[in-house]
C-alpha cells in the first residue's frame, strides 16, 4: 500500500498558487519571530509588505515555480530564474545558471525534508536545462543556520555581500 500522505511530490506551480505561498511565508515571519529574529524578514507579515503579493504573483507567472506537496496539500515552492534579482548586489556568474528566488516550506512540515526535496529538484531542473551552475543567496546572519542548511544540502559558500544591512551570503552547486 502506497502512503501519498508522507510522499513529498513536486509539481510545476502556477498563479493559483500565490495564497498558500502567501500563506507560507507569512507563517515563516511568525516562526521567525517566535525565535527572536527580526532582522531577516521584519516583522510585517509577507503578504502586507508592499509590493510583497505582486513578488509573489510574479515569481509564479514569470519564473520557473515549483509547489511540493503532502496528500495533495502544498507544503513549500521553490521558484528558479535565470540568475539574481537585479535588485541584489551579487556578481554575475560568469556563465549560463539557475538562480533559486525563493524557497519557503510550511513550519508545520518543518524536518520532513521538503526544502531538501526542493533544492533536489531545482539540480535536477538546472541539469536537464543543459545548465551546470546552480546558485541561491540566503541570509547569513544569526547563527548562520540557512547558510549551513544549503551547504548541507551540496552547495559551497561563495561570496558575502550586504544589501542595506542584511548580510547575506551566495552559495554555489555544479549539477554537471
Do not use: K
Not at 507563517?27 to 517566535?34: D, E, K, Y
Not at 554575475?92 to 516550506?105: H, M, N, Q, W
Not at 543567496?137 to 540557512?146: I, K, N, R, T
Amino acid at each position: 500500500m502506497n502512503d501519498t500522505t508522507h510522499t513529498i511530490r513536486i509539481r510545476p506551480g502556477d498563479p493559483a498558487d500565490a495564497p498558500a505561498v502567501l500563506d507560507m511565508l507569512d507563517a515563516a515571519v511568525v516562526w521567525m519571530n517566535g525565535r527572536g529574529n527580526t532582522e531577516q524578514w521584519g516583522t510585517t507579515p509577507y503578504s502586507r509588505r508592499p509590493g510583497g503579493v505582486a513578488r509573489v504573483e510574479r515569481y509564479l507567472t514569470e519564473n520557473a515555480p515549483f509547489i511540493a506537496e503532502l496528500g495533495g496539500a502544498p507544503v513549500g515552492a521553490l521558484v528558479l530564474d535565470s540568475g539574481p534579482s537585479s535588485q541584489m548586489p551579487i556578481a554575475p556568474a560568469g556563465e549560463p545558471e539557475r538562480y533559486v528566488r525563493l524557497l519557503i516550506s510550511d513550519r508545520r512540515h518543518a524536518g520532513r525534508g521538503i526544502g531538501a526535496a526542493l533544492l533536489s529538484h531545482a539540480a535536477e531542473e538546472t541539469r536537464r536545462a543543459g545548465v551546470g551552475l546552480l546558485r541561491v543567496d540566503c541570509w547569513a546572519g544569526g547563527g548562520g543556520e540557512l547558510v549551513a542548511f544549503y551547504e548541507r544540502n551540496g552547495f559551497t559558500s561563495t561570496e558575502r555581500f550586504l544589501s542595506g544591512a542584511w548580510p547575506g551570503q551566495v552559495l554555489a552547486r555544479r549539477v554537471d
